[in-house]
């Protein structure tokens, strides 16, 4: 669930983190204790909730998308460490306008698989080409690829009937963050890996990020790209032979995820905000030509308010 890292603090925190603990990405603004918007006072707690109507499509067959009514956000940004949601980063080295850090956070992809997942309920965390498309907008046929044990599928396929097919874990992720602030964009890049083993894979997240600010208005559009490797891509979407139908098991290579996100907050009162949220992912030919899988894109839309305590 690229999802995707939200870029959404003046100085981007950048994390490495090769510890042993479990969590999410994405980071808030430091600001000076006079400020009031999308940062945080070092030193001090920022507890906010969202209360609206959302939803983020499910891309998996037989299964509903995921409804977005509350939204909480935790926010610490402190001297040398800082947690937002479930992210937890400890700051390596910073300069005015970049900063390296160690991350711990944990995976997107489960919350397709589990409707209670905490991804499913803070939505800033986490964020591929397009599936191949027959002339009436389907996915092509069943076919084999020979030596690399690729398949197409149609979307039109009957449920997967062993129930470990679902059974997709959340994995600890952890590593390196650079972040780069500058007056034209800023720019995040993560290098992460599966430290609790659950499919030992890699994943590195790239993003750029544009704020705007007017009045009580605050823009913030960002554009981004989630690379993961086989690892990463077969456990979640791949089909093993204990869990496949009569199309066989399913195993891919790595895969790249385009993503686009648009953020918009309008400050009503000093606890008060309006927020509208839209979030674009395209899912690559790896994934969407998975048995699981039955569309190549996830969107993620959430209007509401947003109460800061």
């Known amino acids: 669930m690229i999802s995707f890292l939200p870029l959404s603090r003046v100085h981007f925190l ?41 939803v983020r499509t499910n891309p998996l067959a037989d299964t509903s998308d995921i409804p977005l009514i509350v939204v909480p956000q935790i926010n610490y940004n402190g001297e040398h ?6 992210d937890f980063g400890v700051i390596a080295w910073q300069s005015e306008t970049q900063q390296l850090n160690l991350l711990v956070t944990p995976s997107y992809d489960q919350v397709f698989f589990h409707r209670w997942s905490p991804g499913n309920f803070f939505i800033e965390g986490n964020a591929l080409a397009m599936g191949n498309k027959d002339g009436q907008g389907g996915k092509q046929d069943v076919v084999s690829s020979g030596d690399d044990d690729r398949e197409l599928a149609t979307p ?9 097919a679902r059974d997709r874990h959340m994995a600890g992720l952890a590593g390196i963050e650079y972040s780069w ?25 790239v993003a750029l990020a544009k704020h705007w600010r007017h009045g009580k208005h605050h823009w913030l559009a960002s554009l ?17 032979v204990n869990e496949a139908d009569i199309r066989g098991p399913y195993r891919t290579t790595s895969a790249l995820s385009p ?9 009503l009162t000093e606890r008060w905000d309006l927020r509208v949220l839209t979030s674009y992912r395209i899912l690559p030919d790896e994934i969407s030509a998975s048995p699981l899988i039955n569309d190549n894109k996830v969107i993620t839309v959430f209007v509401g308010g947003v109460y800061h305590f």
Request: glycine content about 10%; overall charge negative.
């Open 81 to 86: 460490f800082f947690i937002q949601n479930l």
């Open 156 to 164: 039109e396929f009957m449920p997967l009937q062993t129930p470990s």
């Open 224 to 240: 981004g790209a989630n690379w993961q490797s086989s690892e990463v891509v077969n456990y979640y979407y791949g089909v093993g």
């Open 14 to 54: 950048t994390s490495c983190v090769l510890g042993a603990s479990v969590l999410i990405a994405g980071q808030a603004n430091a600001c000076p204790s006079a400020e009031r918007g999308d940062c945080v006072e070092v030193g001090k707690w920022e507890l906010s909730i969202g209360f609206g109507a959302g």
């Open 181 to 205: 602030n500058n007056p034209l964009f800023d720019v995040q890049i993560q290098y992460l890996t599966d430290f609790t083993q659950v499919h030992s894979g890699e994943e590195l997240r």
């Open 259 to 267: 993503l686009l996100r648009v953020d918009w907050n309008y400050q």
